[in-house]
């Protein structure tokens, strides 16, 4: 097995995931298996609590594991599937020694930080690493490491000592450890600061780790005066000094880092069984990143949710719209709109904000209202799906968005004017959204109804039924604590609001569909998660290619996409259709 630890300095979120995917991508390319695990040094036991705000989006695995959104990277650009197990945390950690010392474990022995938590670090580190986490079912043979947070931070300092021991008990030829850093530029000087890198390169050599190479984020390429400074003191060769440059999209930064001799350094590096050729797969990738460079035509959604101030708080959402946008060569435009400012308390305290609001949501092609938790703004997620109903305008309610789509049409179609969910009115006559027997009100972390279940289409007319390939059921990941009430669904299915797709046992309602509408679906399932750059979600790829007016032409030619309208311009249409042809997700 061969490690590849990823850690970074100066400041976080500087794209150690990015970098840390594009690595496992072109590693991939090579015909290796790669897995990959996140590190969080925080004491909390997964993301499952936290805030969108303090933490960007809880992504969910098939399992049910609530993780950091990086783990979703992974999962996009790597095309795998992961587990809670790889997303490790310092309460994790924490949690199973002090379990062990409980059992008895340690045989009396008192329980400190080296050893028994180093220890535990590294074994959980060597165990999930051999996890499988392809289709094929083989072992992998690279594990790439993201270590969270900065070098220096006090909650990361167990994690450090234990690479420092792993790099020796897995000998130097396996583990390889990479350095991500900020090259700042001042405007005023507009000149390329290397001091930051050298300060954090050099604490990290202080608690005994050594990077191989280097990774500069800066704005612009690197100037070679500038590599050769930080080779200089920074004890490597400036072939190690890798310049990560913004560039226009994140498909360009694999191709960036192999263009800079990445894969050749890992294997001498590292001894890897395989030879450096131009490869299938990063081809795939650089028509991509073309393509995504030189779109014309533009479609634009209405993102209609709760925490629009902060982008990574939907990463999912946005990476699938993005996937979809590209499929049908679109160049994607999101309208982030907060709920709230739709609403009419809005109107009298600040009617500019909702004039504004108001005008971008009329503008778009479509809308999303995707999942969220709590009160705050669902009156106006509510004004929007109307507004979308009532105008013919394509719309998708993910999770919560489709429960507040039952609300608007309870209330508007069915008359019931006090329709809401027992999360938001416990009081309501008619709860149409209500709470599951497995939410537990008491404790909030991990209580929900999590990871990938069936949904098994009821109808063969289906919309949704189409885009996903015509099959009979499809396997997709939920996160939710409410669900609609199913005593209710004959009084929606009687005016037109179809439940087309339901659980196993007929009791959950997954799917929704509104007749005589150009695109109103509303899936109680996050199928943002399962999205691939190159395999679009379908609710998502339904959605775009409707706003984009392309949807009744796709469904007449079988779910089939025009030529001119597929991902590569020199294979052939049959080859390109085999590739759009979605699959079962199951």
Known sequence: MKYILVTGGVISGIGKGIIASSVGTILKSCGLHVTAIKIDPYINIDAGTFSPYEHGEVFVLDDGGEVDLDLGNYERFLDIRLTRDNNLTTGKIYQSVINKERRGDYLGKTVQVVPHITDAIQQWVMTQARVSVDEDGVEPEV????????????????????????????????????HVSLIPQPKATGEQKTKPTQNSVRELRGLGLSPDLIMCRCSTPLETSVKEKISMFCHVEPSQVICVHDVSSVYKVPLLLEDQGVM????????????????????????????????????????????????????????????????????????????????????????????????????????????????????????????????????????????????????????????????????SSHPVVIDMPEHNPGQMGGTMRLGKRRTVFKSTSSIMRKLYGDVEYVDERHRHRF????????????KGLQFVGQDVEGE????????????????????????????????????????????PSYLAKGCRLSPRDTYSSSSSPEADFAELKFPSLS
């Not at 669900?483 to 009687?494: G, T, Y």
């Not at 199928?527 to 775009?544: A, D, I, Q, V, W």
């Open 143 to 178: 594990c790439v490491i993201e270590l969270g947070g900065t070098v220096g931070d006090i909650e990361s300092m167990p994690f450090i000592e234990a690479f420092r021991q792993f790099q020796f008990k897995v000998k130097r030829e396996n583990f390889c450890n990479l």
């Open 483 to 494: 669900e609609v009430n199913p005593e209710l669904k004959h009084h929606f299915e009687k």
């Open 264 to 427: 050749s350094y890992f294997c001498q590096r590292l001894s890897l069984p395989i030879e450096v050729r131009p490869r299938r797969m990063l081809t795939k990738w650089k028509d991509m990143a073309d393509r995504s460079a030189h779109l014309v035509a533009h479609v634009s959604i209405a993102l209609v949710g709760k925490y629009t101030k902060l982008a990574d708080s939907y990463t999912s959402v946005i990476k699938a719209l993005e996937h979809s946008a590209l499929a049908i060569n679109h160049k994607l435009e999101v309208k982030y709109i907060d709920s709230a400012d739709l609403e009419s308390t809005t109107l009298q305290d600040e009617p500019v904000k909702y004039h504004e609001a108001w005008q971008k949501l009329c503008s778009s092609h479509g809308v999303l209202v995707p999942g969220g938790f709590g009160v705050r703004g669902t009156e106006g997620k509510i004004q929007a799906i109307s507004w979308a109903r009532k105008q013919n305008k394509p719309f998708l309610g993910v999770c919560l968005g489709m429960q507040l789509s039952v609300c608007e049409f309870a209330r508007n179609v069915l008359g019931w004017e006090d329709a809401n969910s027992t999360e938001f009115n416990p009081d």
């Open 508 to 551: 959950r309602m997954e799917v929704i569909e509104l007749e005589d509408h150009c695109y109103f679906v509303g899936v109680q399932f996050h199928p943002e998660f399962t999205s691939r750059p190159m395999k679009p979600s379908p609710p998502y790829f339904g959605l775009l290619l409707a706003a984009a007016g392309k949807l």
